[in-house]
């Protein structure tokens, strides 16, 4: 219940059903006597303390709205845990949304999975067929939401993609 109290961002972003992308990961300190909501707006105030007014104006320079950003930034933080290769997997998201390429995002489809109960923990290529929002091997752009909660290095690999023509990757 506490997930979707979307008034904790609802400045940031009218759109959001919950608050997934807005728990922002860190390190918290709690007591046992720490509430479900006392934890959550921690997770909110720290992602609003990271995103900053540079961020934001970075943000509308690459012409994104805070919801687009932490989407792609998701999108990152999912495909990769390697900090060196963030702004390369955001690069080839950046060319291939510029060109109208389908992302062709695994972690999306897995997302999708997981809301429909149906991930078994492998992707099949009858998965690629799902139809959701989320998967963007059937639909276009970025899904509506973020598929998870970006840390910093993947936010600001979202807004600072490298400077590279890249549209795969392997």
């Not at 995103?51 to 970075?58: A, C, F, G």
Request: aromatic share 10%; hydrophobic share 40%; glycine share 6%.
């Amino acid at each position: 219940r506490q997930l979707k109290d979307v008034s904790l961002v609802s400045d940031v972003d009218p759109l959001a059903k919950n608050l997934e992308g807005y728990l922002f990961p860190d390190t918290y300190f709690v007591t046992r006597h720490s509430g479900e909501k006392q934890i959550i707006r921690a997770m909110v105030r720290n992602f609003r303390n990271v995103w900053t007014s540079q961020r934001l104006d970075r943000a509308r320079q690459l012409k994104l709205t805070t919801r687009e950003v932490l989407t792609l930034a998701s999108l990152i933080e999912k495909e990769t845990g390697i900090p060196g290769e963030r702004p390369l997997v955001s690069a080839v998201y950046h060319n291939r949304l510029r060109s109208k390429l389908k992302l062709q995002c695994d972690p999306t489809v897995i997302y999708a999975l997981k809301l429909a109960a149906e991930y078994d923990g492998i992707i099949h290529q009858s998965d690629l067929r799902l139809d959701s929002p989320y998967n963007t091997y059937l639909y276009g752009g970025l899904p509506p939401g973020p598929i998870a909660s970006p840390g910093l290095a993947s936010i600001d690999a979202a807004l600072y993609p490298a400077d590279v023509d890249y549209l795969y990757f392997v």
